[in-house]
């Protein structure tokens, strides 16, 4: 079957597709790029993990800055879609599965590793990332895994006020 496209129209499709993704991706309460979420986010914590800073009644001492890692991203993503789509707030998967599930299936594994630690943070109905990180600052655990020294990678997400952080650090080998 033959189909002639009007390439006028289907222009102009592509355009509104593309101007009205973001505010189908979920982040529609933040109404900012990829890239500046991402930098907020890791500026915003990287600062306080420079100075150290208190988690309920202990000091956690200053650890080094997180990078971003797109697998754990990936995941965080894909754990505040479903937490939305089938109406739940908990580190559990309805289907049963755990960070741990969900991070090795996005491909985070501990593979080749000799040293391998996974958190999670997870928050709801915050309004802006400085919403979202100051509750969890306030947050004794959650604090807690902002500040652990074995993390090393994060990964965020935020679709429809469901906020996914996903901790990751993994240690190769040594080659010697």
Not at 92 to 105: A, H, N, T
Request: proline residues 2%; glycine residues 6%.
């Amino acid at each position: 079957m033959f189909v002639k496209y009007n390439m006028k129209r289907l222009y102009i499709s592509s355009v509104l597709f593309l101007l009205l993704m973001p505010f189908a991706s979920g982040q529609s309460s933040l109404r900012i790029s990829e890239q500046q979420f991402k930098e907020q986010f890791l500026n915003s914590i990287n600062a306080r993990r420079a100075q150290g800073c208190k988690c309920g009644d202990s000091f956690m001492k200053a650890a080094a800055p997180l990078t971003w890692n797109t697998l754990l991203a990936n995941a965080a993503r894909e754990h505040a879609y479903d937490m939305y789509r089938n109406k739940y707030f908990n580190h559990k998967s309805k289907d049963g599965r755990s960070i741990e599930d969900r991070l090795v299936q996005a491909g985070y594994t501990y593979e080749n590793y000799e040293s391998y630690a996974i958190g999670e943070n997870i928050a709801y109905n915050q309004q802006s990332i400085e919403e979202v990180l100051n509750g969890w600052f306030k947050s004794k655990e959650h604090c807690k895994n902002l500040m652990d020294p074995r993390f090393t990678e994060i990964g965020i997400a935020e679709h429809q006020k469901y906020w996914v952080q996903d901790f990751g650090g993994r240690v190769k080998f040594d080659s010697n």
